[in-house]
């Protein structure tokens, strides 16, 4: 299976939107645990920007889902990286 770089990173960003609707978390509130402006929160949902593995562990945490932080981490990895899966 093969997927392009820019189809993963809008995985990560749409999977990350729907992980914080269904935590009941505003933009905002993400956007302040982390200590970041909300557009940041803003870039990575929309696949301007991918997560750093500090990023993801916090978020993912704050959204209630840090068994996914390994799944998250290949996915970024491979993104950066623009290879096959």
Same mark, same amino acid.
């Given at each position: =299976?093969? $997927? $392009?770089?820019? %189809?993963?990173?809008?995985?990560?960003? %749409?999977?990350?939107?729907?992980?914080? !609707?269904? /935590?009941? !978390?505003s933009r905002p509130e993400a956007a302040a645990r982390l200590g970041v402006s909300r557009a /940041?929160?803003?870039? =990575?949902?929309t696949a301007r920007s991918l997560p750093s593995r500090a990023t993801l562990e916090i978020l993912l945490g704050f959204?209630? /889902?840090?068994?996914? #932080?390994?799944?998250? #981490?290949r996915l970024t990895e491979t993104a950066r990286k623009g290879r096959r899966w």
């Amino acid at each position: =299976m093969t $997927s $392009s770089p820019h %189809l993963l990173r809008r995985w990560i960003g %749409l999977s990350l939107r729907r992980l914080r !609707k269904n /935590a009941g !978390k505003s933009r905002p509130e993400a956007a302040a645990r982390l200590g970041v402006s909300r557009a /940041a929160i803003g870039h =990575m949902e929309t696949a301007r920007s991918l997560p750093s593995r500090a990023t993801l562990e916090i978020l993912l945490g704050f959204y209630g /889902a840090p068994d996914r #932080l390994d799944d998250f #981490l290949r996915l970024t990895e491979t993104a950066r990286k623009g290879r096959r899966w």
